[in-house]
């Protein structure tokens, strides 16, 4: 399972970080499982007001997630999942959501939580959303980890005594 290796992540008080979530409508159930783990992060974390944007699907999500970042959030976290079908579709959506998730953070200098499930199959991505019978939470480590970036950009940005 992708999970094994992961670090433990240290809970902190995030309360004055402004967070948005923009996550994708496609695939209700696994959605509504990384929305709900998500938000267990961010009341972990002490964030109460964070800004929930839903989009059609995961190829919208790095376009909205760039508007968020440019409104000023410290963190953006971005929700999806891609089931793999017959056709190329897969590789594309995968490629283009990754690729401009990845710009948004570099091109904003923002913390950007990566919780987009690319999976083979349903029963994978219900596995890794965070529900009842789930193995893994990815909604809640794409927030945390984007919490703990958003903490280090927020140090390394504060002038050196």
């Known amino acids: 399972m992708s999970g094994h290796g992961a670090p433990d992540q240290e ?35 002490g964030v109460a007001d964070a800004r929930t944007v839903r989009v059609p699907g995961t190829f919208e999500l790095p376009v909205v997630a760039s508007a968020l970042a440019a409104q000023g959030y410290d963190a953006v976290v971005a929700l999806g999942v891609v089931i793999r079908g017959g056709t190329p579709h897969f590789d594309y959506v995968c490629n283009a959501a990754t ?13 950007v939580g990566f919780g987009v499930l690319t999976c083979d199959n349903d029963e994978q ?37």
């Open 125 to 161: 991505a219900l596995d890794r959303a965070g529900l009842p019978d789930s193995r893994e939470d990815k909604g809640y480590e794409a927030t945390s980890a984007a919490l703990l970036t958003a903490r280090t950009l927020g140090e390394i940005a504060a002038p050196t005594p």
């Open 99 to 111: 690729d401009g998730l990845v710009r948004v953070g570099l091109d904003h200098t923002v913390a």
């Open 11 to 45: 809970i902190f008080d995030a309360s004055g970080l402004r967070v948005a979530v923009v996550a994708a409508s496609r695939h209700t159930q696994v959605m509504d499982g990384l929305l709900a783990g998500a938000e267990r992060a961010l009341a972990a974390y």
